[in-house]
């Protein structure tokens, strides 16, 4: 059984999150603290980034276990992601001729279900480095779709370019 942990350090505007896997080569991962949003609502979504990855990579997992998250922040978290979605256009037009990441990955109906999306993160890369277009259906029949929704709301927060 593999065993992951998570750390955090914070430098000079710079939040590193470290995941590391017992066995295998440390995962880092490393962004810029947009200076448009409150260091509040940041540290909440960091907070539910990494109380949704640790539980899924944790020997700890079952099925229809819930991760147990902060509902009040969930809700900031809601509460902000919808405003960056209603500042959106309902069509995309997405430059990925840009210089820093000419690709694009698509994803579609993960169905609540966290432990695919993790793994689809953990294979691809994180939304930080890697852009991701999700296509819809990203609740029921999985046990876990508000993990699933919070997990991609803080990613779309934290990384409004690379999440659409």
């Known amino acids: ?13 710079d939040i590193d999150i ?16 947009s200076k448009k949003l409150t260091m509040t609502i940041e540290r ?17 997992r079952r099925p229809n276990y819930f991760v147990p998250f902060n509902v009040s922040d969930s ?3 809601i509460k902000k992601a919808k405003e960056i979605l209603n500042q959106e256009r309902s069509v995309l037009q997405i430059d990925l001729n840009s210089t820093e990441n000419s ?5 579609g109906d993960i169905h609540g ?8 993160f953990s ?11 999700f296509l819809g259906d990203y609740i029921d029949r999985g046990s876990n779709s508000c993990e699933v929704l919070i997990l991609l709301y803080s990613y779309k927060i934290l990384f409004p370019n690379n999440v659409f």
């Not at 059984?1 to 505007?13: D, I, P, Y």
């Not at 279900?113 to 689809?120: A, F, K």
């Open 103 to 107: 690709s694009i990955n698509v994803v």
């Open 123 to 133: 294979s691809e890369g994180y939304p930080s480095t890697t852009k991701y277009i």
């Open 75 to 77: 809700y900031e978290i």
């Open 18 to 33: 470290k995941i590391k896997e017992r066995g295998n080569s440390d995962l880092s991962i490393n962004f810029q603290i």
């Open 113 to 120: 279900n966290i432990d695919i999306l993790v793994r689809i």
């Open 44 to 60: 909440k979504c960091l907070k539910a980034i990494e109380e949704i990855i640790t539980f899924c990579s944790s020997g700890l």
């Open 1 to 13: 059984m593999e065993q992951k942990t998570m750390e955090q350090t914070e430098n000079a505007g």
